[in-house]
């Protein structure tokens, strides 16, 4: 995931901060970086393929003295890891970092070379760059452009941008990729997290979405962007090494839940062309070279993910899919051939259920490919081929963006897969990779949830029973969510299939019953779940709903909670709606008190059989 750090203030001190704080944003983990510096108005560009020890050997030859710049770490996304494609981006006097998608780069690029706009790079970054130096160039102030250019753009971003025109201001905006700043004593800074300005200043401002900041050294204002001043809360920030690790969140838990966004987009990130349709994972190209069937296996919350990528493969690449539990299948007698391709799935890549049935299977003569979290594991390296989650690491025992990661994983297999096989057309790729580009943002979008869902917590965290109800492809949300209650809260919860209610559990409800019933409105079974809950208000059960859409608030009054997600597409609805089930589970710990980062008779990696 890529780092922004910007800085305004002391001469001669800036290349110091700029590099120490993108030493501190390694950890987030990047394959070129770069910096920008103005003295004396002019723009000093150095950028390097590779790791920071790179850059800082071009940097050791130069002399800097300017009092202003931006630096950036790169993961990237539209276009190969390379030094062109590392940033800043430079149009003529402006230069610009950036992390997130800009979504509508591709018309705006061929609107830019119509006007005569040169790109030097593939990234999608670079229209940025050339659109504020149009709007400079027709007259408008720095502010000005900034706020013209990115009214034109779609998508999300963090940015920090420098122009030698008015070579006395940094501009940072922000939309749906974090982004702080950072107050000092005649200097002032710009982050994409805490740990990159925590030694030079405590006092952090939270950018919210659509913010625009303008720091000059002494002074800082934030505006909409129409130019609006808004105010914002300046935090001081009193971590000690163990916080700073969680990020300034109370547990690992919560702070993975909203590690999502980014954890996604890394695991899609240089992964995918939209302009193609097409997706690019190494070594897979003769494991699925003539697959018949798919038989998925995993434990847990890997399990079903499994039972999700059973959908997406499917329906998106039409190869028929088994799926079992990597416990359960060792005692089968299954038909395996050398046409199957076994996929195991496993955040640790060391849980050892997973590994003997891979093993078993291999034996069998299966094709195998492996999907985890934590490179060079065993299961990793048993496997004929691998794809890595770039979830980071998952250190809360209740695994939460490792799902999610292995769900957009699955998605980007089925696509794969589609491609190889024939089956999907290039228009029909770009349109699924065009929608999982959303993904991040959505995500963003459901974070926002974190307060509706810690007073539902409240409301109901002392009942004994939940039952969780979907349908189709988010039947499995109903057990994931389920399953995170039980582990992290030790209450008993069951997911079930919404069309089984009738057949037995129905049994169970009455008003001491909470049901959790997901249905995203883009579900081809939505109204068919909207009938099972009809069944439970007759039956005096407390109804949850979470559902998307704006025919959804029609429901309010026949349910007694509603929890309204952002709208994606029905393939990737499952990674949405899990969201508020993670946060649920974990704020009913956080008041019975329970630990939710290391549940009772719990552990992260499950090494015995
Ligand atoms: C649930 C959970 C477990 C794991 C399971 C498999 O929150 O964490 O159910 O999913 O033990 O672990 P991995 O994915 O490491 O194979």
Redesign the pocket.
């Known amino acids: 995931m890529c780092g922004i750090v910007g800085y305004i203030g002391i001469e001669g001190k800036t290349v110091q901060v700029l590099v120490e704080g993108l030493k501190r944003l390694e950890y987030r983990g990047y394959d070129s970086s770069g910096i920008a510096i103005l003295e004396k108005g002019h723009t000093k560009v150095i950028k390097s393929e590779g790791k920071l020890d790179n850059l800082l050997k071009k940097l050791s030859i130069h002399s800097f003295n300017g009092s202003l710049g931006i630096g950036h770490t790169r993961w990237a996304t539209h276009g190969t890891p390379s030094e062109r494609n590392a940033h800043p981006h430079v149009s003529g006097g402006t230069s610009v970092v950036h992390n997130g998608i800009i979504e509508n780069y591709q018309e705006l690029k061929n609107e830019l070379k119509k006007k005569g706009y040169v790109f030097n790079s593939d990234t999608d970054t670079e229209v940025i760059s050339h659109l504020i130096e149009d709007f400079s160039k027709n007259g408008s102030s720095f502010e000005d452009s900034v706020r013209g250019a990115f009214k034109l753009t779609e998508g999300s971003y963090a940015v920090a941008i420098v122009s030698e025109r008015e070579p006395e201001k940094i501009i940072a905006l922000r939309k749906f990729s974090p982004l702080i700043i950072a107050l000092g004593q005649g200097e002032n800074f710009i982050a994409s997290d805490i740990p990159a300005v925590l030694p030079y200043s405590k006092r952090v401002i939270f950018l919210e979405d659509g913010d625009v900041a303008i720091l000059e050294k002494d002074s800082f204002r934030i505006t909409d962007l129409n130019g609006q001043e808004v105010k914002r809360e300046v935090f001081s920030i009193n971590w000690d090494p163990v916080a700073i690790e969680k990020g300034g969140y109370k547990h690992f838990m919560l702070k993975e839940i909203h590690d999502q966004p980014h954890a996604v987009l890394d695991t899609i990130r240089g992964r995918v062309s939209e302009e193609s349709g097409d997706v690019y994972f190494e070594g897979l190209e003769n494991i699925v070279k003539g697959v018949r069937r798919v038989v998925a296996i ?6 079903h993910s499994c039972l999700i990528g059973r959908y997406m493969i499917e329906n998106i690449a039409h190869v028929s899919v088994d799926v079992d539990l ?1 416990s359960e299948i060792r005692y089968r007698d299954p038909i395996i051939d050398e046409n199957t391709l076994v996929i195991a ?7 050892a ?2 590994s003997e049935a891979l093993l078993e299977m291999k034996k069998r003569g299966a094709r195998t490919l492996s999907i ?2 934590v490179p060079k594991s065993k ?1 990793a390296r048993e496997s004929d081929a691998v794809i890595y989650t770039h979830a980071g690491p998952e250190i809360g ?4 963006k ?2 999610t990661t292995q769900l957009i994983v699955f998605y980007l297999l089925s696509i794969y897969l589609g491609r190889h096989t024939g089956r999907l057309s290039d228009n029909e790729g770009r349109r699924f990779i065009h929608d999982s580009f959303r993904m991040p943002q959505l995500l963003e979008m459901a974070l926002k949830l974190d307060e509706v869902i810690k007073g539902l917590a409240m409301e109901f965290y002392h009942y004994k029973n939940f039952l969780y109800l979907a349908r189709g492809i988010n039947y499995p949300i109903a057990l994931e969510g389920a ?2 209650l039980k ?1 992290v809260s030790y209450i008993h919860a069951e997911g079930y299939a919404a069309g089984e209610m009738k057949h037995g559990p129905i049994a169970l409800v009455d008003e001491s019953m909470p049901v959790v019933i997901i249905a995203p409105r883009d579900g081809i079974v939505y109204k068919k779940v909207l009938n099972n809950l009809q069944e439970i208000r007759a039956r005096r059960g407390k109804v949850i709903l979470i559902t998307s859409g704006d025919e959804a608030d029609e429901l309010n009054t026949q349910i007694d909670r509603l929890i309204k997600i952002p709208d994606s597409s029905y393939m990737l609805s499952p990674i949405i709606a899990v969201v508020p089930l993670q946060l649920f589970a974990y704020y009913i710990a956080v008041y019975k008190g329970t630990d939710a980062d290391q549940p009772r008779n ?1 552990a ?3 090494t015995v059989e």
């Open positions: 995993g434990c847990g919350t890997s399990y990597a799935v496993s955040q640790s890549g060391e849980t259920d997973t985890t979290n299961i025992v209740a695994s939460t490792a799902f399953l995170k582990e719990l992260k990696v499950v």
